[in-house]
């Protein structure tokens, strides 16, 4: 009795122990040959939400949405390489199976021993991936992985894209400094549009634990478009689509926006600035977590500017959670969207988890197309397992 008490204590600390992770650590120095890992992630929900708007919106069904999932492959190639590549098997937005991205981590020279003192704080990412702006992406779900994310839906205002680009990380002693260069595009090549501009993003970040029972991190990033770019890519480069099926889309709208839910200054700038801060706290069971987005850009020659805020807090118990999340976007043209999210949700195990998520989104202003206010509620349960 006392060895089965002692292991559930183990599991027990071992959940709360778990917490938030941010960037992945470096790749094992030990190599003893090629060796493939093969993961796949598997996510449905079971909807139940109602909206209203000042024009006919579609009928929401209380049902389950399509459930998607991932197939992603890790090889070790050599001491300190490792490549990893990510697949949609299934996806809100496509039906068919396609390469999300892949990309070259390279924590070790080994055909270079002179660079071996560097490389003990040297991270180098290359290939087709999300450039590391910000914090808030650590916490989003992709497609069907979503263990990161403790609620349903990501940001109102979510950065993510896959472009082809490289980023040198240094690490030492819980200070993080990056910076990288991407094409700005996830398509840059389609008619032999090549280009010529790059586009630049970087990252401060400190990470400490100042004791057992507190850790601190902050950060702060920045992502630069040059001026007469041929259209940008940031915050609507998740194709996969997003929770919340169907939410405000009007009864005679054509096509599914497969978007729906999230609000932000879209894609195609040809000059942009944005900068993001950040800050997480925990303390014993308890993460808070915060974001202050600012951007400015300029989108078929109109000035936008948004500005993004949210605060989450999640106290963990065990293999349990619960937690809210507030996050407000509003833009240069007086209008604003606002969401609570409050729920929870159980570690069945490691690679197991459900997870219920009430969400009330408020609109003022013309944020949603032809639609001048309104809002969406309800209740939207989660199951996921991720290996």
Known sequence: ??????????????????????????????????????????????QSLDHEASVELVELNHNFNLP?????????????????????????????????????TIDQLPFLPAANSIMEYLTIKAGVMNPNYGDAHFYRSNNAAVLNNPFVGNWIMDNFTTNPGIEFMYRNKGFLALVGTNNGRMNYGRGNDIGEDLVFNWKLAYDTDINEDLRIRASFSGYHVGEGHSGSYLWDGDRAGARYYNVMQTADAEGDNFRSGRWSPGSGQSEMNSYMANLFVKFHGLEVFGIYENMKGVKRDEDQHYTQTALQAIYRIGSFYVGTRLNKVSDNEDSKVTRTNIGGGWYMTNNVLVKLDYVNQEYEGPAHGAIDGGNFNGLVLEAAISF
Request: charged content about 15%; proline content about 2%; aromatic content about 10%.
């Open 68 to 104: 998607t999932a991932n197939l992603s492959l890790t090889a070790k190639l050599a001491p300190g390489i490792q490549l990893y590549m990510n697949n949609y098997l299934s996806s809100r937005h496509h039906n068919e199976a396609w390469v999300e991205g892949g990309y070259l």
């Open 1 to 46: 009795m006392k060895k089965v008490s002692l292991i559930f204590a183990v599991l027990f600390m071992a959940v709360i122990a778990s917490g938030q992770n941010f960037e992945q650590p470096k790749v094992a120095k030990d190599f003893d040959g090629v060796k493939v890992k093969v993961g796949g992630d598997f996510a449905i929900q079971l």
